[in-house]
């Protein structure tokens, strides 16, 4: 199946599309916008009904449920829905272009023109011919006028269309590179960040630190008092962390109730003090629940492994030392800090 949409079907269903996914918080990938485009396009009519349904349920849709969709009513079509929406999708960008040139083109139209009647000037033409000369200036003059409102009027049409698009996209890329529940950057943002620190490192040497931080007997917390009380944990231990860093400092929740800082331009001696700091300051503090019954919850600890980058490694060989660190943390009692060693 080939979409056949002109420029205006496309635009509107861009319109449709990418702010549905920003309202219900759907990271921009090539499949999901697939799903979404496919949708409003009302050409997949049983992943319409789908999605209606789901909609009309007040189902999220999370990574599961927008999974589901794709495998269901788009995978076996995917490679020729996505290359379609992919072009669909620049054929804004190539309009405005288009654009341009056909102004550029009339001007320089124009300027042949008034060569033609500069030459005729130099021939000593009658006074008729001066007649008609003026009037097929003029024409020309009122012609350009017209054609360059009209394109100027097309123009910031289609840049306002594309700033739309590029606020949308943007938004979407935020969603994607975020946890949901604490706010803090995800696991994706976090190995993007830290290939291009590998690779600053690799091309200046200049040191980079991670720290991988886990809270101590977190299962407990779910156990005893359930799932939300664990995540109020994990919200608490994570703006503890977003107010630890600062400048180029990065911070992220790498899955469960693992997070991961990133420390760029930092020596291993001083990533350490900062760890130490952040493991004071969250065990200080005693967590309570209950506006009026303030259940005591206790002390909540973490554990913290550091590496630094050294040459020869990639992503995972510091992820990996820095993890060991950690088991060790764990197994000397928790709620310390162990770091690696550069050899």
């Not at 079907?9 to 861009?14: E, N, P, V, W």
């Not at 990065?250 to 991961?260: K, L, N, P, S």
């Not at 009026?292 to 600890?301: C, I, M, P, R």
């Given at each position: 199946m080939q979409h056949n949409q002109n420029i205006e079907?496309?635009?509107?269903?861009?319109r449709l599309a990418v702010p549905k996914m920003t309202a219900l918080n759907i990271p921009v990938t090539p499949e999901n916008y697939a799903i979404w485009y496919e949708y409003f396009a009302e050409s997949n009519l049983n992943l319409k009904r789908a999605i209606d349904g789901l909609i009309a349920n007040g189902v999220v849709f999370t990574p599961s449920v927008t999974s589901g969709l794709y495998n269901?009513?788009?995978?076996?079509?995917?490679?020729?829905?996505?290359?379609?929406?992919?072009?669909?999708?620049?054929?804004?960008?190539?309009?405005?272009?288009?654009k341009i040139d056909q102004m550029t083109e009339g001007t320089a139209s124009f300027g042949e023109n008034?060569?033609?009647?500069?030459?005729?000037?130099?021939?000593?033409?009658?006074?008729?011919?001066?007649?008609?000369?003026?009037?097929?200036?003029?024409?020309?003059?009122e012609q350009v006028v017209a054609d360059n409102n009209r394109m100027k009027s097309d123009l910031v049409t289609l840049g306002e269309e594309l700033l739309n698009l590029k606020g949308e996209m943007e938004n979407l890329s935020k969603v994607a590179m975020t946890d949901e529940l604490t706010s803090l950057n995800n696991r994706r943002a976090y190995e993007v960040f830290a290939l291009e620190q590998l690779t600053?490192?690799?091309?200046?040497?200049?040191?980079?630190?991670?720290?991988?931080?886990?809270?101590?007997?977190?299962?407990?917390?779910?156990?005893t008092y359930g799932h939300l009380i664990g995540d109020k944990v994990l919200a608490y231990v994570a703006l503890?962390?977003?107010?630890?860093?600062?400048?180029?400092?990065?911070?992220?929740?790498?899955?469960?109730?693992?997070?991961?800082?990133m420390l760029p331009d930092t020596k291993i001696s001083d990533a350490v003090i900062v760890a130490e700091k952040l493991r004071t300051r969250i065990s200080a503090k005693q967590l309570t629940i209950g506006k009026?019954?303030?259940?005591?919850?206790?002390?909540?600890?973490v554990s913290i492994g550091i590496s630094n980058f050294k040459t020869g490694d990639d992503v995972d060989t510091l992820l990996a030392r820095a993890d060991k660190q950690l088991y060790l943390a764990k197994s000397d009692g928790r709620n310390c800090v162990k770091y690696y060693i550069q050899d």
């Open positions: 079907q496309t635009a509107d269903i861009l269901r009513f788009i995978e076996e079509r995917s490679p020729e829905i996505i290359e379609n929406v992919q072009i669909e999708t620049h054929i804004l960008i190539k309009s405005l272009f288009n008034l060569s033609g009647f500069s030459e005729q000037l130099q021939q000593n033409p009658s006074s008729e011919m001066l007649d008609d000369l003026v009037l097929n200036i003029a024409a020309e003059v600053s490192f690799q091309e200046t040497q200049t040191g980079c630190c991670l720290l991988l931080i886990d809270i101590d007997n977190f299962k407990a917390f779910n156990d503890a962390l977003k107010n630890a860093v600062k400048g180029e400092d990065f911070v992220a929740r790498y899955g469960g109730e693992e997070f991961i800082i009026e019954t303030k259940q005591n919850l206790g002390h909540v600890t």
